[in-house]
């Protein structure tokens, strides 16, 4: 696609279920980012990806949360049990190398009720 | 460990004028990026301006300009001839040039557009 590719835009769900958000990059791009923007406030790191290499999963708020991806292609970043303090913005980038900016999806709003 | 301050909450400008919102960061690499990005109230972060910190020449995108200056690590933003749609928030980012790197930004700076 022309951009990066975010779905859903909106999840409204319970507290104590589990959600899945879906990130698609661009294609041929090698780095994933997902990071969390609560509202009113800045990005924070979550999970970086990098073609093969371990991901970095330093920024993970706690082991409720998990991302996976598929070689170069699709990332999915999973919230197990989720609570309110969950309620955010997830954003997901993606860069074509090291010389070169990441670019952002529209990002997903979750609202834990 | 590296980190990006912008100090400025949130700034107001007049239209048509021009401002300037600050960003600082600490690092003990020498070859990084510094990026502003701009997030509307559609939330899409947008990449405004990149700079290069090998490079001397400050970056210019048409009406949006830095003054990098390395040896302080002050990497700030000027929105000359301000328009209503420049009001967003405005975000300051770091990367290392290493690939393995992630994106680092500040808290971001609210910019205010009066008519």
């Known amino acids: 696609g022309a951009g990066v590719s975010q779905s859903p835009s909106n999840k409204v769900t319970e507290k104590g279920k589990d959600v899945e958000l879906r990130c698609d990059p661009i294609?041929?791009?090698?780095?994933l980012y997902w990071y969390r923007q609560r509202l009113g406030q800045g990005l924070e790191f979550l999970i970086y990806f990098q073609g093969n290499s371990a991901p970095d999963k330093s920024g993970l708020p706690s082991d409720r949360f998990s991302a996976e991806r598929t070689g170069e292609s699709v990332s999915t970043l999973t919230i197990q049990r989720t609570q309110q303090e969950d309620s955010a913005v997830y954003l997901c980038?993606?860069?074509?190398?090291?010389?070169?900016?990441?670019?952002f999806g529209q990002g997903t709003r979750l609202t834990v009720v | 460990a590296q980190t990006v301050t912008q100090s400025q909450p949130e700034m107001s400008v007049q239209e048509a004028e021009t401002v300037t919102l600050s960003c600082t960061y600490d690092t003990s690499e020498s070859d990084y990026y510094l990026f502003w990005y701009k997030q509307p109230p559609s939330r899409q972060m947008i990449l405004v301006i990149r700079?290069?910190?090998?490079?001397?020449q400050n970056a210019t995108e048409n009406r949006f300009s830095v003054n990098f200056q390395k040896a302080a690590k002050s990497f700030s933003l000027k929105i000359s001839d301000s328009q209503l749609g420049d009001a967003a928030m405005y975000f300051c980012?770091?990367?290392?040039?290493?690939?393995?790197?992630?994106?680092?930004f500040g808290s971001g700076t609210r910019l205010l557009v009066r008519p």
């Open positions: 980012a770091y990367r290392r040039r290493d690939s393995s790197y992630k994106l680092i």
């Open positions: 294609s041929g791009h090698t780095a």
């Open positions: 700079q290069e910190a090998y490079k001397q």
């Open positions: 980038a993606s860069r074509k190398d090291r010389n070169t900016e990441a670019f």
